[in-house]
């Protein structure tokens, strides 16, 4: 019998919708519903008339009025998108924040990989600097599909609240291609690319429920964060009290501030943590 050969590198994956997670507001409300005539409030409202009155996803309802409204407009195309996400506001400290814990993570032989998973738009996302510069392993958005012109004209993707779940699935296996069915293959424990217990979710709000509480209760850690501007904490005090979330703090992602000491201290953790699990598997692997 050869002799265990260890686990694998340890990977940390950190996990964040994008909408008041790293951005203040919903990135549509950045330029687009603006450049269509609407004012926010009123752009939101229409879209949920649209999903009540037709039994409709929410997302697929403004996936549609942002289709319906361009006609006429603007060129609604991926270019036009990614341009509108080149201008979305991300909250302080983003900017730096994946390369800092990058490092810090290297010093502490801790692999630490960005996913995003948001009902936002794909496209824009893509479009921001910070996606630019390939900070994240994967973006899970929604996204359109293009016809031969390269006009946007029916969704390729809806991701809402509950089936945000399934790239966490994806993560833990390595299974990251949406069309790979590998994803529900069974996977031993010690295979796992990335545990539950390696996984971070930063989120804001309810939509985030799901995502949070399966992380929650497989070991790992949910993070809700709320505006540093308006220092409002309902949603995050809600959240602790009904279990979804370990922790909260200010979106701040500079340098010395709450989340970066936590997100320190966590990946801290990790590196302590998987010795005890190098050893567990070890000892396992001898008794068979």
Not at 95 to 122: A, C, M, P, Q
Not at 195 to 222: A, E, Q, W
Request: charged residues 30%; glycine residues 8%; hydrophobic residues 35%.
């Amino acid at each position: 019998m050869s002799g265990f050969s260890g686990r694998k590198d340890t990977v940390l994956a950190i996990c964040y919708d994008f909408d008041k997670t790293l951005s203040p507001t919903d990135m549509q409300a950045q330029g687009y519903i603006q450049s269509v005539g609407y004012d926010v409030g009123e752009f939101w409202k229409k879209t949920n008339i649209l999903a009540e009155k037709n039994e409709m996803d929410s997302n697929l309802a403004y996936m549609y009025v942002m289709m319906d409204e361009a006609r006429g407009r603007l060129v609604f195309n991926r270019e036009k998108l990614q341009e509108y996400g080149s201008k979305v506001v991300l909250f302080p400290g983003v900017e730096e924040w994946f390369d800092r814990l990058n490092e810090y993570g290297r010093e502490k032989g801790i692999t630490v990989e960005h996913y995003i998973i948001s009902s936002g738009l794909k496209e824009m996302i893509e479009g921001t600097e910070i996606a630019k510069k390939g900070v994240f392993k994967k973006i899970y958005a929604s996204s359109f599909f293009y016809d031969d012109r390269g006009v946007a004209t029916w969704p390729a993707q809806v991701i809402n609240y509950t089936n945000k779940t399934q790239y966490l699935f994806r993560i833990e296996k390595g299974v990251l291609d949406i069309n790979d069915n590998g994803v529900n293959e069974y996977f031993a424990p010690e295979n796992m690319r990335v545990p539950f217990r390696n996984m971070v979710y930063i989120g804001d709000s309810d939509t985030d429920i799901p995502c949070m509480k399966l992380v929650n209760i497989n070991g790992g850690h949910s993070i809700g964060v709320y505006n540093p501007e308006t220092m409002n904490k309902d949603r995050v005090y809600k959240m602790l009290r009904d279990n979804r979330i370990r922790y909260f703090a200010p979106a701040d992602y500079r340098e010395g501030t709450e989340l970066d000491g936590l997100l320190k201290n966590i990946i801290d953790k990790t590196a302590a943590y998987e010795v005890l699990e190098t050893k567990h598997f070890k000892d396992v692997y001898e008794t068979k």
